[in-house]
């Protein structure tokens, strides 16, 4: 099963098992993108069209793909 499809999960475990795993999808170098990941899996978690503004826009996409659209601000 890939990365955020078991949306069963709930509370402070499950969010950091799915940021945990966007880290290690996102491969050696995972570990740059710890402060994004807690916030890349629960924009990933909605229903819908998501929307989110990070700072880094680069490495929220790699961590979200293009199940959520990214906008700098």
């Given at each position: 099963m890939g990365p955020?499809?078991?949306?069963?999960?709930?509370g402070d475990e499950g969010d950091r098992g799915e940021a945990i795993e966007l880290l290690e999808v996102a491969g050696p170098p995972g570990y740059e993108y710890a402060t994004d990941a807690a916030p890349a899996a629960a924009a990933l978690r909605q229903r819908g069209d998501v929307t989110i503004f990070p700072s880094d826009e680069e490495d929220m996409r790699l961590l979200c793909g293009d199940r959520v659209v990214v906008r700098g601000i």
């Open positions: 955020l499809q078991d949306r069963s999960r709930a």
